[in-house]
C-alpha cells in the first residue's frame, strides 16, 4: 500500500477579498497550507478555516509568506536569514493560537510565493528559517517544495521533512515548474494520470516529453484552479483502482 498526502494552500482571503473554493475543497484533501496573515489571510479567516480543517480531519499547516498583501507574496523582497526566519516564527505562533483554541494543533509548515524562492536560492536563509521551526516545536514537518530545500532540510538535525510534487502544474526537465500567469481549467484525467504516476512511481512526463524523477510524498494541489473540485474527484476515483491511501503528512514522515 502507498500512502501519499494531498496538500492544498488555503485560508488566502481578508477582508472583502475572495480567494479559493476552500469548503469545496477541504473534504478531497488530507493536509491544508492555511496562510498565516502576511500575504494573504486575516483573523476571521484564520479561525474559521483551522474550524474547517479540523471538521474534516484534515492536517493543519501554517502557510507563511512575506508581509507583502498588495503582491500577494509573489513580490521578492530584501530580507536577511534572520527577518525571514522572523516572519515565519510570527505567522507560525499565530496560527498555533488559533490551532491551539480550537482543540487543534500544527502539523506542517510550507512556506509560500517569493519566500519559497528565496529559500530555494539561498541556503543560509533556508536554514535558519528551518532552524526558527524546529525552536518552536521540533515535532512540526517541513514540506519542501523542491530539492535545492529539501537538501538543506535532510542536513538539518531532527528536522521532519517531506518532499513535495505537483499534478497541475507543468515541470520543465530540470524539475522547475512552469507558473502561467492566468489560472485556466485542466484536463481532470491528465492531472490523475500525473497524480497515479508520481504516488507510484515518483516519475514524471515533462513539457518537453522527458520522464523525470519526483520522489514525492505530498502532492500539492491549487485550490484556485477553476475546475479543482472535479480534478479532486477524479483523483479520488482514479486512485481506487490502484494500491494508493491518501493521508495527512503526520501519518507518513
Not at 488555503?10 to 491544508?32: I, K, L, Q
Request: aromatic residues 6%; hydrophobic residues 40%.
Amino acid at each position: 500500500m502507498v500512502r501519499i498526502d494531498v496538500n492544498c494552500d488555503m485560508g488566502e482571503s481578508f477582508g472583502n477579498w475572495s480567494m479559493g473554493r476552500d469548503e469545496e475543497v477541504m473534504p478531497y484533501v488530507t493536509s491544508a497550507n492555511i496562510a498565516g496573515g502576511y500575504h494573504a489571510g486575516d483573523p476571521h479567516v484564520m479561525r474559521e478555516t483551522v474550524a474547517l480543517a479540523a471538521e474534516h480531519d484534515v492536517g493543519i499547516g501554517v502557510h507563511p509568506g512575506l508581509p507583502d498583501k498588495m503582491g500577494f507574496g509573489r513580490r521578492t523582497m530584501d530580507a536577511t536569514p534572520r527577518e525571514l526566519r522572523e516572519y515565519v516564527v510570527y505567522q507560525l505562533g499565530a496560527l498555533s493560537a488559533f490551532a491551539e483554541a480550537n482543540g487543534s494543533s500544527i502539523q506542517h509548515v510550507k512556506p509560500h510565493g517569493a519566500m519559497y524562492s528565496m529559500l530555494s536560492e539561498s541556503r543560509e536563509h533556508a536554514r535558519a528559517v528551518m532552524e526558527g521551526i524546529l525552536e518552536v516545536d521540533p515535532d512540526l514537518i517541513y514540506l519542501a517544495t523542491d530539492m535545492n530545500i529539501y537538501e538543506v532540510a535532510e542536513e538539518i538535525e531532527g528536522l521532519r521533512c517531506v518532499f513535495e510534487g505537483y499534478v497541475d502544474l507543468t515541470y520543465r526537465a530540470d524539475r522547475s515548474l512552469i507558473v502561467e500567469r492566468e489560472k485556466r481549467g485542466l484536463d481532470p484525467e491528465l492531472v490523475a494520470d500525473r497524480f497515479v504516476n508520481i504516488a507510484l512511481e515518483g516519475r514524471v512526463e515533462a513539457a518537453n516529453g522527458e520522464t523525470i524523477d519526483v520522489p514525492a510524498d505530498s502532492i500539492c494541489i491549487h485550490g484556485d484552479t477553476p475546475n479543482a473540485v472535479e480534478i479532486l474527484e477524479t483523483i479520488h476515483d482514479r486512485i481506487e483502482a490502484y494500491d494508493v491511501e491518501l493521508a495527512p503528512l503526520s501519518t507518513i514522515v
